[in-house]
Nanobody
Framework: QVQLQESGPGLVKPSQTLSLTCTVS??????????WGWIRQPPGKGLEWLGV???????YYSHSLKSRAAISRDTSKNQFSLQLSSMTPEDTAVYFC??????????????WGQGTQVTVSS
């Protein structure tokens, strides 16, 4: 059973960079054909796919983030991370990490972390 757990700060100031880490157990971030993504849900809104890192380290991002996002991985720790720069209050959301295919559709992802609340406020 694959399990994912997000970790990171719950509060970020405007203009700062958010750093979140997802720790994976029961599976490997290097396993062929799987991808590991970040998805968020702002309050009162739907789920939004942010980006993904594939089993071979390729990365793809949502165009809406306008190059603010960077996803990386540490295979020795079986973790992958999201950095989101120039945070604004509009980035306030519950952030999820998830396993899926190489897809920008959040509903294609089959295993999800429980989510972590991130609030952007001074």
């Amino acid at each position: 059973q694959v399990q994912l757990q997000e970790s990171g700060p719950g509060l970020v100031k405007p203009s700062q960079t958010l750093s979140l880490t997802c720790t994976v157990s029961g599976g490997s971030v290097s396993t062929s054909y799987y991808a590991w993504g970040w998805i968020r849900q702002p309050p009162g809104k739907g789920l939004e796919w942010l980006g993904v890192i594939t089993y071979d380290g390729s990365t793809y991002y949502s165009h809406s983030l306008k190059s603010r996002a960077a996803i990386s991985r540490d295979t020795s720790k079986n973790q992958f991370s999201l950095q989101l720069s120039s945070m604004t209050p509009e980035d306030t959301a519950v952030y999820f990490c998830a396993r899926g295919p190489e897809s920008d559709r959040y509903y294609d992802y089959d295993y999800w972390g429980q989510g972590t609340q991130v609030t952007v406020s001074s």
